[in-house]
């Protein structure tokens, strides 16, 4: 009997993740939708089973029994930063589904960030195959030499399996260039109803997410890029554009993430895009993720704004010039100050990454950071603490720190894996008094700008500005308790 039947999933559990579950903001596993569109083109029926708001590994078995696939593909979304961190929650969840599928006789194939930095592990928790960086063409041509009856697998370039009771690693397949030849992601396989669902619920509009690239080619010495790696391919515009015309009518959402390491680097691919979405009367809100550096142009943050970016997160990371440099970052922190304020002249939100904790951090680098965000007042801020991913420079100077645990829980944990000036417990404290400060401050200028405009009130600018009496004594609450980790070390 012909091998034709891919049931897909991925192991992104959402009820697992307890910051994102109660935040409420999903985005469909656009990697997995992007390999099971490719397969359906090649002639394989596929199906999803869709972890997001499943509330067990086990959920799966029921979709095993009835679709009964001839491959099971865990193809985790290498797109979402969720899952390059590589959560213990997550990881314990795709074991479980590799050991089901394997009861069930299917050829078990995994692909993902964690996977393909553990791939001896994956291999002993019930996989067949790892795949090993970007997956598309290895799990096409892996699958078609299954269906043949192929036993020899040495020559197919991005792949880990076991032979004989040995490990056996091939070399490594290029990522693909030409991201136009791939099909659009299958979609139709996603219930939208729970994310659509859950999206108008916690945040008031529906969003969904788009990758126009693949790859970062900048050298930051803390991220690992296990998937798609240091070269950056880009989709065409005219290709991007189709697909969201295709979502909003198909999805009628409310908003995109683009979710790029770097949105449109390629010279000259921002203006042409903003001009393509005026000529197709495209109006529609999105964010995307950039660097300070690359947002010092006016005439790139302008084209933004016109094409509809009303957020931008970078990687501000610090306000110490000395920490970014030791991270390999490539920016300055005038050029966070000079993309700041740019955006905020276009109406774009900035908003920051900010990394506490970094190899040889001092207090005076602390309050710099803490001096930068106060005085810039981003629009949102993301606070973690700097955590060691395999594969990245960061990682080689700390691992012989790091003991048995090597890899958060959830995305909230915030644990502290290496000896570092702080202790964990500093961090923890050191992230909440960050937060409160940061809204005191946020409220503090919504209370200076109802004064200078008293005819602009609103019940959410006034809510905003009245906020200021909760957060300022919460603040100092936050920072007295700082002050006694200080004085205990």
Known sequence: MEQ???????????????????WGQPYPPLGTLYAAALMRQNGYEVSLFDTMFA???????????????????IYDDGFNYLTKMCLTNMREAAFSMSWQAKAKNCK?????????????KYLQEGA????????????????????????????IRGLAYIKDGKVVKTLGRPVLKDLDSLPLPAWDLVNMQPYKESWLKHAGYFSLNIGTTRGCPFKCNWCAKPIYGNRY?????????????????QFDMDHIWFCDDIFGLKPGWVEEFSALMQTENLKIRFKIQSRAD?????????ALADSGCENIWIGAESGSQKILDAMDKGTTVEQIHQSTRLMKKYGIRPSFFIQFGYLDELKEDIELTIKMINELLP?????????????TGFYEKVKADLKSKTNWTDSDEMAMMFTNTFPPSYYKQLYRYVHQNYRQHIAKNSLSELVKKPLNVNFRNLKKALSVFYYTPSALIEKMKLKRLEKAL
């Open 4 to 22: 034709n039947n891919i049931l897909f999933t991925h192991s992104y559990f959402l009820r697992f993740d307890p910051k994102q579950w109660a």
């Open 294 to 302: 690359l947002l010092v142009e006016e005439d790139l943050v302008k």
């Open 379 to 391: 629009y949102e801020i993301g606070i973690s603490v700097s955590y060691p991913l395999p594969g």
């Open 128 to 155: 067949d195959f790892v795949i090993i960086g970007e997956g598309e063409q290895t799990l096409l041509e892996l699958v078609g030499e299954l269906r043949n009856g192929v036993t020899d697998y040495s020559a």
């Open 108 to 120: 078990v194939i995994v692909c993902s960030s964690d996977s393909t930095d553990r791939y001896e």
């Open 55 to 73: 509330t067990a590994p086990e959920e799966v078995e029921p979709e095993l029994e009835k679709h009964q696939p001839d491959f099971f593909v």
């Open 233 to 249: 391919n880009s989709r065409s515009p005219e290709n991007v554009v189709q697909e969201i015309k295709m979502l909003k009518q």
